[in-house]
């Protein structure tokens, strides 16, 4: 009997927050640090990997909802029916148990790290030795350059940088009159001191300038001190000021706007120690936040040194701490002699990176720059390796004469900067920047190679899942197709044509291209396998499932009977199993959880740590 529900159960019972679902997908990764199979050290990545994820978060997702908070406050999200306000009361409310699960686990590793020689030492903790060379490392190499302030009415609050680590201390002076100070940790210094003749016992550079705290602040008597981050709110407004059709003018924009991202607002503060009601009062009122926005971590509150414990490592050790290092191999389908661009002329070719190497894409760039019959590359790109040898091979092109298009996306968030340094560096070498169509981000994968033979024009086409990052390349599961077909190489022209003139409308008969074209195709192949029933079936891979009209697609072909497998990498807003409406819908995650229950369904926000082995049901 079909369950008798309101509009808004019917509405909302089968999907979930996005927001909620990332956290979820976010401890997934944390539970990689759980699986005694992982090695140590790459445990210890894992923690490291959650808490910068939980920081982009902050920034990125939790500070578009406290824009849309000021602005639009009564607008709902189409998933869960709540407003802005209550999705981050949910947020506030759900990372702290985050944040306990991540400390367990944390002491855990550390712990057995100590085991094997790789010790995170207080100063205390070291050997009198140490402790000499530790002092007199820090009167030479940090004390001269460390500026401790005290804030006051000749020295207002400093301007905390985004994520940047700062001593924070509880002052007073002999009069008793009490005051606050910070000395921020200078990014030019290492994040941590290894100890000679050691296996590797360190101490990270935060805990060694506490150490020292009580003796820099002057007259002043340090009653209590803790190590401090903020967190800004890194969601840039692109569209606060229309931009000026000029190019030039978009690029320097960009730049001017990315100094505005240090300055936006304080949306979580982190403490790393243990302070008084008092001392937590008067940050609060210092920094401006409200106490929900406050969260207490005994981790270190900057984990990127856990990736550079690696260099410091013996060869002995680094096999029982690490994975064996993985280089994609040739790919079979490809001979390692002869031409790249005439192997694919024969047959389409397919890559999958990680697994496979990107050479044999990198060699075809650089034949293109080379090749005489080669007429034009253009391409599209949202995120280049800091050394670039796919930027490179562009440059070489436009070197050589041919014409090279790039339609640079500066928008890709954290990479803007990158962007714009590559976009100068290309127009430089004599290729073609633009940047894409106001309102809208090129997320397109393409690069197409033009060329004359016998007087005809023929075609190249790459069309890949991933950016063209060789270091990215290397880490994340992607696919990337290279093909001649003639008619994929005519809609290759017209789409960069259509980019040339702003031009969203266009009509192409291989390929779909959003944002026109990709949600109407998918939801019509939806409902064939609805006509289909109980003899249809669905499998779809993705990084995320968010968009409403696709999950309701979904939902209604479940209702049909359809069989549908989801393999998503990260949010997804469909709940799986969920009587009435996707009982149908299986659903797995790249880290291996596999929800199919509605069980699932019942979990509450709020207590997330408490299920995360019930979750991987097979």
Same mark, same amino acid.
């Given at each position: 009997?079909?369950?008798?529900?309101?509009?808004?159960?019917?509405?909302?019972?089968?999907?979930?927050?996005?927001?909620? +679902?990332?956290?979820?997908?976010?401890?997934?990764?944390?539970?990689?640090?759980?699986?005694?199979?992982?090695?140590?050290?790459?445990?210890?990545?894992?923690?490291?990997?959650?808490?910068?994820?939980?920081?982009?978060?902050?920034?990125?997702?939790?500070?578009?909802?406290?824009?849309?908070?000021?602005?639009?406050?009564?607008?709902?999200?189409?998933?869960?029916?709540?407003?802005?306000?209550?999705?981050?009361?949910?947020?506030?409310?759900?990372?702290?148990?985050?944040?306990?699960?991540?400390?367990?686990?944390?002491?855990?590793?550390?712990?057995?790290?100590?085991?094997?020689?790789?010790?995170?030492?207080?100063?205390?903790?070291?050997?009198?030795?140490?402790?000499?060379?530790?002092?007199?490392?820090?009167?030479?190499?940090?004390?001269?350059?460390?500026?401790?302030?005290?804030?006051?009415?000749?020295?207002?609050?400093?301007?905390?940088? !985004?994520?940047?680590? %700062?001593?924070?201390?509880?002052?007073?002076?002999?009069?008793?009159k009490p005051a606050i100070g910070f000395i921020p940790i200078p990014s030019c210094l290492p994040a941590y001191v290894k100890m000679p003749d050691s296996d590797l016992r360190y101490v990270?550079?935060?805990?060694?300038?506490?150490?020292?705290?009580?003796?820099?602040?002057?007259? %002043?008597?340090?009653?209590?001190?803790?190590?401090?981050?903020?967190?800004?709110?890194?969601?840039?407004?692109?569209?606060?000021?229309?931009?000026?059709?000029?190019?030039?003018?978009?690029?320097?924009?960009?730049?001017?706007?990315?100094?505005?991202?240090?300055?936006?607002?304080?949306?979580?503060?982190?403490?790393?120690?243990?302070?008084?009601?008092?001392?937590?009062?008067?940050?609060?009122?210092?920094?401006?936040?409200?106490?929900?926005?406050?969260?207490?971590?005994?981790?270190?509150?900057?984990?990127?040194?856990?990736?550079?414990?690696? +260099?410091?490592?013996?060869?002995?050790?680094?096999?029982?701490?690490?994975?064996?290092?993985?280089?994609?191999?040739?790919?079979?389908?490809?001979?390692?002699?002869?031409?790249?661009?005439?192997?694919?002329?024969?047959?389409?070719?397919?890559?999958?990176?990680?697994?496979?190497?990107?050479?044999?894409?990198?060699?075809?760039?650089?034949?293109?720059?080379?090749?005489?019959?080669?007429?034009?590359?253009?391409?599209?790109? %949202?995120?280049?390796?800091?050394?670039?040898?796919?930027?490179?091979?562009?440059?070489?092109?436009?070197?050589?004469?041919?014409?090279?298009?790039?339609?640079?996306?500066?928008?890709?968030?954290?990479?803007?900067?990158?962007?714009?340094?590559?976009?100068?560096?290309?127009?430089?070498?004599?290729?073609?920047?633009? %940047?894409?169509?106001?309102?809208?981000?090129?997320?397109?994968?393409?690069?197409?190679?033009?060329?004359?033979?016998?007087?005809?024009?023929?075609?190249?086409?790459?069309?890949?899942?991933?950016?063209? !990052?060789?270091?990215?390349?290397?880490?994340?599961?992607?696919?990337?197709?290279?093909?001649?077909?003639?008619?994929?190489?005519?809609?290759?022209?017209?789409?960069?044509?259509?980019?040339?003139?702003?031009?969203?409308?266009?009509?192409?008969?291989?390929?779909?291209?959003?944002?026109?074209?990709?949600?109407?195709?998918?939801?019509?192949?939806?409902?064939?396998?609805?006509?289909?029933?109980?003899?249809?079936?669905?499998?779809?891979?993705?990084?995320?499932?968010?968009?409403?009209?696709?999950?309701?697609?979904?939902?209604?072909?479940?209702?049909?009977?359809?069989?549908?497998?989801?393999?998503?990498?990260?949010?997804?807003?469909?709940?799986?199993?969920?009587? !009435?409406?996707?009982?149908?819908?299986?659903?797995?995650? +790249?880290?291996?959880?596999?929800?199919?229950?509605?069980?699932?369904?019942?979990?509450?926000?709020?207590?997330?740590?408490?299920?995360?082995?019930?979750?991987?049901?097979?």
């Open positions: 009997m079909q369950k008798d529900t309101s509009a808004w159960e019917e509405k909302y019972a089968f999907t979930q927050n996005r927001e909620l +679902s990332w956290l979820r997908f976010n401890q997934r990764v944390l539970e990689e640090a759980a699986d005694t199979t992982n090695p140590l050290l790459e445990r210890l990545k894992f923690i490291a990997i959650f808490s910068s994820n939980l920081d982009e978060f902050f920034m990125v997702r939790a500070g578009s909802l406290f824009d849309i908070s000021m602005i639009s406050p009564e607008e709902i999200d189409n998933k869960s029916g709540m407003t802005s306000e209550e999705q981050l009361s949910k947020i506030y409310d759900t990372v702290p148990g985050l944040i306990t699960l991540k400390q367990q686990l944390y002491g855990s590793v550390i712990s057995e790290l100590e085991k094997r020689g790789v010790c995170d030492l207080t100063f205390d903790e070291l050997k009198a030795p140490e402790q000499k060379y530790l002092n007199d490392y820090f009167k030479a190499n940090i004390l001269p350059i460390i500026s401790p302030i005290i804030v006051g009415s000749h020295h207002p609050v400093p301007h905390l940088v !985004n994520k940047c680590l %700062y001593i924070t201390a509880s002052l007073n002076n002999k009069k008793g990270r550079m935060e805990n060694i300038i506490l150490q020292w705290a009580p003796t820099m602040f002057g007259y %002043y008597i340090v009653e209590e001190s803790c190590i401090i981050s903020v967190t800004r709110n890194a969601d840039i407004s692109w569209d606060s000021e229309k931009f000026d059709d000029n190019e030039e003018n978009f690029r320097n924009k960009v730049a001017k706007l990315l100094k505005k991202r240090d300055s936006l607002s304080v949306i979580r503060m982190e403490i790393n120690g243990k302070i008084s009601d008092d001392f937590l009062a008067a940050l609060i009122n210092l920094i401006k936040i409200g106490r929900q926005q406050v969260f207490f971590d005994t981790c270190p509150l900057n984990m990127k040194f856990a990736h550079q414990l690696d +260099s410091q490592l013996s060869p002995a050790k680094a096999q029982t701490l690490l994975h064996r290092p993985y280089r994609g191999r040739w790919p079979e389908d490809f001979r390692q002699e002869g031409s790249i661009i005439e192997q694919i002329q024969k047959k389409d070719k397919m890559l999958f990176f990680p697994f496979d190497s990107v050479s044999p894409l990198l060699r075809m760039l650089s034949e293109a720059a080379e090749r005489p019959d080669v007429l034009s590359i253009k391409i599209t790109i %949202y995120r280049l390796a800091s050394s670039s040898k796919i930027a490179h091979a562009l440059c070489r092109a436009a070197e050589n004469g041919k014409e090279v298009i790039v339609l640079m996306e500066l928008r890709a968030r954290f990479d803007e900067a990158n962007n714009i340094s590559w976009s100068e560096l290309l127009e430089d070498a004599g290729c073609q920047v633009i %940047y894409g169509i106001e309102d809208f981000k090129c997320h397109s994968k393409i690069c197409l190679i033009t060329m004359r033979t016998k007087g005809k024009l023929n075609y190249i086409t790459q069309i890949g899942t991933g950016n063209y !990052n060789e270091k990215t390349n290397a880490m994340y599961t992607d696919l990337s197709i290279m093909t001649a077909s003639q008619a994929i190489g005519e809609d290759g022209s017209v789409f960069f044509r259509n980019m040339l003139v702003n031009n969203l409308n266009g009509e192409y008969k291989e390929l779909l291209v959003a944002p026109k074209g990709i949600k109407s195709k998918l939801c019509s192949l939806i409902d064939e396998q609805i006509t289909n029933g109980p003899n249809g079936y669905i499998c779809i891979k993705a990084n995320s499932i968010t968009e409403r009209e696709v999950i309701d697609k979904l939902k209604t072909a479940s209702q049909a009977g359809v069989e549908i497998q989801l393999i998503i990498r990260g949010i997804c807003c469909i709940l799986p199993g969920v009587p !009435n409406y996707t009982e149908n819908i299986r659903l797995q995650t +790249s880290w291996g959880a596999f929800w199919s229950t509605p069980e699932f369904t019942a979990l509450d926000e709020t207590e997330m740590p408490s299920f995360i082995f019930p979750l991987r049901i097979l």
